[in-house]
């Protein structure tokens, strides 16, 4: 290979003159479809596209270290390629084994000196030959998306060159294309200056990314079409205007028919309109033309109805061409505080998208956008913010047809100079100026044609300053249907809305209840590992008060990169595990779904808390029902409602009814269908008692503790859909409800302590002592006490050991991401993850036929002169039932006292094998105190390892909430069953603390050779502060007095205990 040198390169480069932005780049322009005629155009076949050709698939490809390392005429046709390697177009090269990912959330990976980049800039030579017939028609080269820079040769002539990655790049090739082969060159640079506007918190990954595709278009043509939409004052009548540019490129000039036609979703013209304009050589001409629609349907996120624009021109008598476009008649405008959709103020619910996919990075196939888009509907989300940039414009049409807002955001962020202290640096450069407003125009000029943008955004984090004010000025001259959102001018001065992020709740109450421009969360509950928490009290604000508009989750998908090592095994990277530095570790896995797209427990709590039916008790004997639609638009004729009434997993009725179509915004009382009256003469709780029969536990048919909700009932309510729609089957499940009902069908039922069973005569407990070790035995168990240690050591019963150590006191849990702020506190100050016990006192006696210890444990951390002083009682009734009854208060100076501590339980170990779980409480899914609307009261079933979430970094996961009855066992239903007195919190799981501490993925947690139970009185809320707010007060778990009253018993095979168990993978 010939490495010539390059005596160009320097501060001149191109890709490193912030002055030039590109070379024969054709200016901005919609994202239009040409047609050789109507039928074609109404089809909407892509391939179809007059004269349109992808060029994605495999390309020739050299990578370098520096583009001056380019062989001696690598762009012309005859150059010889054939020792170069094939890459896939579209692609990043750093995924395909050419460099390394890198992650940063801030940090430019390289020295901050703009607009100058390293000279050890890696480059990648792509090539390729196309082919074409016809070229009597002018042939447009079109790149969505390429990563930084680039530089393109047609056949050898440079065709020109282009920066912003996000934003779509067009060159008229039309005098460099020859009959028959052609051969495309593209020289792609990883760092050019605008690198800088491009510091998004992502993977840097480079290379041609999203499609590049040529398509013709006649020598008189339309250049762009843009449309506006103003509705009468009762929104019911609009008027439709459209602007056409029509650009002539022959030598002489041209007099052009223009027929504008407005197709309905059935194909039916509604509307057309003629017009004939003279347009003079080699210019372009603007031509505008009014429709007025009688009544048209309007496009809502709720209902998205759409038409279908079509231009046809013509000139003396033959068809140019055909361009088509999906309109939809919406309007946003700002009233006061607000701002109205079709004049009603609507409420967003949101997200924040990425384009990420884990094998291939930001290039996202038209399937994976699609299942994007339908897994947000499906889960009641209303609109996305484009975080950090525009996404393809497939993703838009996406958005246009099953209907979600859009902020539409410009690829532009420069956060990393807030960590050299020169925030505006760039944002008050006059020389930047043009390069901040290119941006947004492109943008802009591309998607102003669909009805789901409803904001432009400036862009993130990027400071405030003129370069900021220029692009806003641009936009507005632009496009002035739209709202400008930009989170960084915090004083409004050039934005429509308040935006923030990450605001905390305090400051969030101030926002809503003073006068100003509507307000946004445009970043809020940061979906970082375990969470986020706090979610139904942040809605449940945004919901009471108007100014707030609604908030867009941070954000749709961890960035995980798929890997695999030698053996197969798979895992999902985020920073520093491609040896990338400086990096910001797993701040990339911040999604609400996971890098496959399964969603996590975070969109299941999101989805229940944002759903658009909510529903009231109004009278339990009648069970009268309030539903409040919470649409804007929609009214409840699709739903159908299914109900249930159910105690301890039993079913006592069900049945479904239509909704009715009660309008938006609007509620109405309903009756559930079950004669209450009918059920207490039938003695339908009677029969449900019998049927349930959580007795045949062993010797004995009762519980000596009654669960808080033993004998509860419940009545479920579940909203579906009636019909399928575009995005969901029929019976999807829009939104919940659950109500306890136990009053309406028995008598207060008693919560307390029932009186023992008559003990058989023939039954006797012996015990012996050796050192610190205590046996209690009978015929068939035994119970071992650790008198040092004050505490239970281990219970077997017929030969299994159904406890192998334990109880033990525990307040510490594996750090979940949200914890990282406090974390350092805890473990540095407070030294909370090496809490100690000291028995103080061990006692051990009889009493009447049961035999109690008891003991008084000291449980602090090292170094604290503050603690828990717990006393715990162990009462021994039997062979194969015992009780537990722990209280314990914090004592010392309370001064001293840590403002959150992680947890208050006990732990136990158990058997490997015993691996079948059923309990009575929330579920199905994970649950915690301050993220549990999703989950519902009934009895579930599951196994170890559905009891597990794989979060990409381990951390604590699989609580359980508000539960007062386990039964675990093995497959033969040999195992221990548990009441609680008072609902608690459980997990279970082959792995310790320690081990999801040290491991840095989820297939590298050391699983133990035993189980651990965890059983506590609470745990502290999840929160969203690894960016956000901390837990809000109501769930930070303070060091507080606490109990636990727990009766274990032996289950053996046969048991029908929580028999009528639904297992959660079917739920």
């Known amino acids: 290979m010939n490495i010539p040198y390059d005596a160009s390169y320097g501060a001149d480069c191109d890709w490193q003159n912030h002055k030039l932005l590109h070379i024969d ?17 109404l089809c909407n076949d892509e391939s179809k596209q007059l004269g349109f050709q992808k060029l994605n698939g495999l390309w020739k490809f050299l990578y370098l270290a520096a583009p001056e390392l380019s062989p001696i005429g690598f762009e012309r046709t005859d150059f010889d390629d054939s020792t170069w390697e094939n890459i896939e177009v579209p692609s990043h090269w750093q995924l395909k084994g050419y460099g390394k990912p890198h992650y940063t959330d801030v940090y430019y990976p390289f020295p901050v000196r703009p607009p100058f980049v390293p000279r050890a800039n890696p480059t990648g030579i792509y090539r390729h030959t196309f082919f074409l017939d016809d070229l009597s028609r002018r042939h447009i080269l079109r790149f969505h998306g390429v990563d930084s820079a680039f530089h393109v040769w047609i056949n050898g002539k440079l065709a020109g060159f282009s920066k ?96 504008i036609s407005i197709y309905d979703e059935n194909d039916f013209c509604i509307e057309n309109k003629r017009t004939n304009t003279q347009v003079a050589a080699s210019m372009i001409t603007n031509e505008g033309i009014t429709l007025e629609m009688k009544n048209p349907k309007k496009w809502s996120a709720e209902i998205p109805n759409l038409y279908t624009l079509a231009i046809e021109l013509s000139s003396k008598n033959f068809i140019l061409e055909v361009v088509s476009l999906q309109i939809g008649f919406r309007a946003i405008e700002i009233c006061q505080n607000n701002f109205l959709v079709n004049g009603r103020a609507i409420k967003l619910k949101g997200v924040n998208r990425h384009d990420f996919h884990p094998d291939s990075g930001r290039y996202v196939t038209k399937q994976t956008m699609l299942q994007d888009v339908l897994l947000m509907k499906q889960h009641n989300i209303n609109a996305v913010r484009t975080s950090h940039y525009p996404n393809h414009p497939y993703f838009l049409e996406l958005c246009d047809y099953y209907g979600l807002y859009v902020i539409d955001e410009t690829d532009l962020e420069t956060h990393g100079f807030e960590w050299i202290d020169e925030s505006t640096k760039l944002a008050n450069d006059p020389e930047w100026q043009p390069a901040f407003v290119d941006r947004i125009e492109r943008m802009i000029l591309r998607d102003r044609n669909h009805p789901s943008v409803i904001m432009w955004s400036l862009g993130n984090e990027s400071a405030m300053g003129e370069n900021l004010k220029a692009m806003a000025h641009r936009a507005r001259y632009l496009d002035s249907s739209r709202l400008i959102h930009y989170e960084g001018d915090v004083q409004c001065e050039v934005t429509d809305v308040y935006s923030t992020m990450y605001t905390r709740m305090p400051r969030l109450l101030e926002i809503a209840k003073t006068e100003g421009k509507p307000h946004i969360l445009c970043e809020y509950a940061h979906a970082m590992g375990n969470g986020p928490g706090g979610l139904a009290d942040f809605q449940a604000v945004i919901d009471a008060y108007p100014r707030l508009q609604g908030a867009f989750v941070w954000e749709w998908i961890d960035h995980g990169i798929r890997r695999k090592d030698d053996r197969g095994q798979e895992w999902f990277e985020y920073g520093g595990g491609f ?385 007062d009855a386990i039964s675990i066992t093995n497959r033969d239903g040999f195992g221990l069953a548990i009441i609680s007195e008072k609902p608690i919190e459980f997990s279970y799981h082959d792995y310790d603390v320690n081990a999801l501490e040290n491991a840095r993925y989820d297939h590298e947690i050391a699983h133990t050779p035993y189980c651990i139970l965890n059983l506590d009185f609470a745990q502290n809320g999840i929160g969203s502060n690894s960016c956000g707010q901390d837990q809000l007060p109501p769930y930070r778990l303070k060091p507080r007095e606490f109990d636990l009253n727990l009766e274990f018993y032996a289950l053996y095979s046969g048991s029908s205990f929580l028999a009528n168990a639904k297992h959660i993978g079917e739920y």
């Not at 050019?192 to 480079?206: A, K, R, T, V």
């Open 25 to 41: 780049r054709l200016p901005g322009r919609a994202y239009i479809k040409r047609w050789k005629d109507i039928k074609s155009a």
């Open 579 to 963: 040896g990338d530095v400086p990096n910001n570790g797993n701040f990339c896995i911040d999604g609400l779904v996971f890098p496959d797209r399964k969603p996590s427990p975070g969109l299941i709590e999101y989805k229940k808390v944002i759903e658009p039916i909510h529903t009231s008790l109004v009278d339990v004997e009648k069970l009268i029902i309030n539903i409040d639609n919470k649409y804007d638009f929609l009214d409840l004729g699709h739903i159908e409602l299914r109900w249930r009434i159910h105690t301890d997993g039993v079913i006592l009725a069900e049945g479904e009814m239509h909704a009715p179509a009660i309008p938006a915004r609007q509620s109405e009382n309903v009756r559930i269908p079950f004669d209450l009256e009918s059920s207490r003469k039938n003695h339908i709780y009677a029969t449900a008692e019998k049927v349930k029969d959580l007795g045949n536990i062993g010797d004995y048919d009762e519980f000596l503790l009654m669960g808080r909700y033993e004998n509860s009932v419940f009545l479920d309510i579940d909203y579906v859909l009636a019909e399928d729609l575009l995005w969901a089957k029929a019976g999807h499940i829009i939104a919940t409800a659950q109500f306890e009902i136990s009053s309406a069908l028995a008598s207060q039922k008693q919560r307390s302590i029932r009186k023992p069973t008559q003990l058989p005569a023939s039954f006797t407990i012996n015990y012996a002592r050796s050192g610190k070790k205590i046996a209690i035995f009978g015929k068939d168990s035994l119970y071992e006490f650790d008198s040092l240690r004050g505490s239970l050591e281990s219970w077997t019963y017929k030969q299994y050991k159904l406890i192998e150590k334990g109880p033990s006191l525990s307040f510490w849990r594996a750090p979940i991401d949200n914890d990282m702020h406090i974390l350092p506190t805890w473990c540095e100050k407070y030294f909370l993850h090496l809490f100690q016990e000291d028995a103080r006192e061990f006692e051990l006696r009889k009493e009447n036929e049961e035999i109690v210890a008891g003991s008084i444990i000291w449980a602090a951390p090292p170094s604290q002169g503050w603690g828990f002083e717990c006393r715990a009682r162990y009462i021994i009734r039997d062979e194969h039932r015992w009780r537990l009854e722990l209280f314990g208060k914090p004592s010392g100076n309370s001064a001293a006292f840590p403002e959150m501590i992680p947890r208050i339980g006990i732990k136990l170990r158990l058997p490997l094998g015993f691996d079948v779980i059923r309990w009575r409480g929330y579920g199905p899914g994970e649950a915690y105190c301050d993220s549990r609307s999703a989950q519902r009261i009934d009895v579930w079933k599951a196994s170890i390892k559905q009891l597990h979430t794989p979060y990409i970094r381990p951390q604590e996961n699989g609580n359980r909430y508000g539960t």
């Open 164 to 259: 912003g990655s996000r934003l779509p790049a067009e060159f008229d090739i039309t005098s460099l294309l020859r009959t028959g082969k052609n051969t495309i060159v593209v020289r792609v640079y990883q760092w050019s200056d605008g690198s800088y506007l491009e510091d998004q918190d992502m993977w840097w990954l480079s290379g041609i990314f999203r499609d590049v595709e040529i398509y013709e278009v006649p020598l008189v043509s339309l250049f762009d079409v843009s449309h506006k939409i103003s509705f009468d004052d009762r929104y019911i009548d609009a008027f439709l205007k459209i602007e056409l540019q029509i650009e002539n490129k022959s030598e002489e000039a041209r007099e052009v028919e223009c027929v």
